[in-house]
Structures are given as structure tokens and as C-alpha cells.
């Protein structure tokens, strides 16, 4: 019943990659801005990275920029992760929303529908 539904989460270790995805269960989510947030226990929920509903604009938080690349098809948002680091853990959620003015690309805020999050884990 989800709107939207992540999976590709799991174990890697340090170096590795992982790609996941956040499928449309329902909804026109291809007129929305897609964003990849992250939460670790006992710390806030962080931004990972975001991209606009035509696909032309792409957003990363300084701590994933080089190493994660946000993508999106007709159905899903996609997050390649490569050279994971341990300080990758955590749980990783998708967000919509329908376009805005001002911005707000990697604000948690500004986000209306979540999924239910997918777990990575980076071992060292």
C-alpha cells in the first residue's frame, strides 16, 4: 500500500557498491521530484541526493558527491553507491514531492510521500 517501495539495501564492504531503487507503487511520481534521505541510529535524518521531476537537475549531499549518482525511469528512482564507506550505514529512504518554487532539493521537510526505507550496511 506503499506509495513508494525501496529495495537493493544489504551488506558490502568498504570500496563496494550497491545500487537501489525506489519503485512507484502509485501515483503520477513521474511528475515529481525524486530525493534519497538516510538515518542512523540515534542521529537525524541526512540528504543524500535529489532529482527533479524532468531529470535534468541532480542534487548530492558534499559527503556522497563523486561517489553516488541519483537516476530515474518511468517507474523508479535509482541511487548507484559507489566506494561505500562504513559511514554509509544506515537506513536509506526515497521521498516525492510534486514540483515547488525556491528549491528545497535536500530538505526533509519539503518532501510529501516516503517509503519505508531499505537497510545498508558497510563493514570495514
Known amino acids: 500500500q506503499a506509495h513508494l517501495v525501496e529495495s537493493g539495501g544489504g551488506s558490502v564492504q568498504a570500496g563496494g557498491s550497491l545500487r537501489l531503487s525506489c519503485v512507484h507503487s502509485?501515483?503520477?511520481?513521474?511528475?515529481?521530484?525524486i530525493a534519497w534521505f538516510r538515518q542512523s541510529p540515534g542521529k537525524e535524518r541526512e540528504a543524500v541526493a535529489a532529482?527533479?521531476?524532468?531529470?535534468?537537475l541532480t542534487y548530492y549531499d558534499d559527503s556522497v558527491k563523486g561517489r553516488f549518482t541519483i537516476s530515474r525511469e518511468n517507474t523508479k528512482a535509482n541511487l548507484e553507491m559507489n566506494d561505500l564507506t562504513p559511514e554509509g550505514t544506515a537506513m536509506y529512504y526515497c521521498?516525492?514531492?510534486?514540483?515547488?518554487?525556491?528549491?528545497?532539493?535536500?530538505?526533509?521537510?519539503?518532501?510529501?510521500?516516503w517509503g519505508q526505507g531499505t537497510q545498508v550496511t558497510v563493514s570495514s
Open positions: 502509485r501515483g503520477t511520481y513521474n511528475m515529481y521530484s
Open positions: 532529482i527533479s521531476s524532468s531529470g535534468a
Open positions: 521521498a516525492a514531492r510534486p514540483p515547488i518554487d525556491g528549491g528545497r532539493w535536500l530538505m526533509a521537510s519539503a518532501y510529501r510521500y
